[in-house]
C-alpha cells in the first residue's frame, strides 16, 4: 500500500468562520497521523482563508474543481494558475456531482486534467458508476470508459502525478456504502487498467482513493483492502476529529 492519502471535500458548506475554525482543527491534530497524507478542498471562496491557516502546516489545501483555460472571459471560473496562487497543491476533478448534476464530459475533464499538471497542481480525478448501470452490470465498462476517457493522451509520468478516486455515485450522500469487497474489485480493476495502458511500476505508483459515504464506523474495513489507498471524505470531512479518526484507519 502507499502512503495513504485522506482528502476532504466540504462542498457547499460553512461560512469563513467556519472554514477557517475547521482547517485549524486538522491542523491542530495533523501529528496524530503522521503517516497520512491530509488534503482539505473548501469552497473556492474560503481557499485563500483555510491557505492562509494552514500555511507552514502538514496539511495541504485543494480546490474542488477550475476551469481548464489559463484565462478569459469565463464568468464565475478560476483558472489553474489561480488555484495555484491561491496555495493550492491538489484539485478535485470529475467528481459524480460534476459529472451527473452539472453534465462534465469525460473530455471536459481531460482538458482540466492536463491545464492542471501543466501548472504542478496534483489532480484527484473521480470515476465512479450510477445504480442503474450497477444493476445493469455495467459497472467495469463504465469505469473503462471514464479512466480511458479522462486520462487520454497522458505519459506514464503525468499518470504517476494523478490521484484516481472511484466513488459510486448510488453511496455519494445516501448513507449507502460500497461494501469492502465490492469497492477493493474496482479499486483492483482500475490498478489493472492502469498497469494495462502503462506498466506495473506505473499502476503501484498511483494512489486510488475509495469515495462514498466514509465515515469513522466503516473507515478502518474499507482502508485495510489492499487496493485502497485512502478516502475522499465528504460530509464526514466536517468535524476535524471524524476526519483525523479516518486518517488513523488509513494508518493502522
Not at 1 to 22: C, E, F, H, T
Not at 86 to 101: A, K, N, Q, T, W
Request: net charge negative; proline share 4%.
Amino acid at each position: 500500500m502507499s502512503r495513504p492519502l485522506i482528502a476532504g471535500n466540504w462542498k457547499m458548506n460553512l461560512d469563513r468562520q467556519g472554514a477557517v475554525a475547521l482547517a485549524g482543527g486538522v491542523a491542530d491534530r495533523a501529528a496524530e497521523v503522521a503517516d497520512a497524507d491530509l488534503v482539505v478542498c473548501p469552497p473556492s471562496v474560503y481557499l485563500d482563508a483555510v491557505a492562509s491557516t494552514l500555511r507552514g502546516s502538514a496539511v495541504a489545501v485543494g480546490a474542488q474543481n477550475m476551469h481548464h483555460a489559463a484565462k478569459g472571459p469565463f464568468t464565475g471560473e478560476i483558472s489553474p494558475a489561480m488555484v495555484l496562487d491561491l496555495g493550492c497543491r491538489y484539485v478535485i476533478l470529475g467528481h459524480s456531482e460534476r459529472r451527473h448534476i452539472f453534465g462534465e464530459t469525460d473530455e471536459a475533464i481531460n482538458r482540466k486534467l492536463l491545464a492542471a499538471l501543466a501548472v504542478g497542481l496534483i489532480p484527484i480525478v473521480c470515476v465512479g458508476e450510477q445504480l442503474d448501470q450497477r444493476e445493469a452490470g455495467q459497472t467495469g465498462a463504465v469505469i473503462r470508459r471514464q479512466f480511458t476517457g479522462s486520462l487520454a493522451g497522458l505519459s506514464a509520468g503525468q499518470v504517476e502525478q494523478v490521484v484516481l478516486a472511484y466513488e459510486p455515485v448510488w453511496a455519494i450522500g445516501t448513507g449507502q456504502v460500497a461494501t469492502p469487497e465490492v469497492a477493493e474489485a474496482v479499486h483492483s480493476d482500475l490498478r489493472k487498467l492502469i498497469q494495462d495502458g502503462y506498466n506495473q511500476h506505473v499502476a503501484r505508483a498511483v494512489r486510488i482513493l475509495y469515495g462514498g459515504s466514509v465515515k469513522p464506523d466503516n473507515a478502518c474495513q474499507l482502508l485495510a483492502q489492499p487496493h485502497i489507498d485512502g478516502a475522499l471524505v465528504g460530509g464526514a470531512s466536517l468535524q476535524a476529529d471524524r476526519f483525523i479518526a479516518m486518517a488513523a484507519s488509513a494508518v493502522e
